[in-house]
């Protein structure tokens, strides 16, 4: 269950696995913060490399826990 990160940045974990989270122009899905529309998310890049078919199974497996 979401949020994730240390402050809630991220609502879901497709949004974790985003690799655009890692933009400046990122919108955060949680916590954005006071007066900002827009920003990283840094965080492990696990998952990020992978191919669509092979994240999205990760993602379901990870929902199973």
């Known amino acids: 269950r979401g949020p994730f ?3 809630g940045s991220v609502a879901t974990l ?4 985003d ?7 990122y919108v955060p899905t949680g916590w954005v913060g ?3 529309k ?3 998310v840094k965080g492990h890049p696990f998952g990020l490399n992978l191919s669509a ?12 826990l």
Not at 14 to 17: N, S, T
Not at 20 to 25: G, N, T
Not at 53 to 64: C, P, S, Y
């Open 19 to 25: 690799p655009a989270r890692l933009k400046d122009d």
């Open 34 to 36: 006071v007066g900002v």
């Open 53 to 64: 078919g092979d994240r999205a199974a990760l993602v379901a497996f990870l929902k199973t």
């Open 5 to 7: 990160e240390h402050n």
């Open 14 to 17: 497709e949004d974790w696995f």
């Open 38 to 40: 827009t920003r990283a």
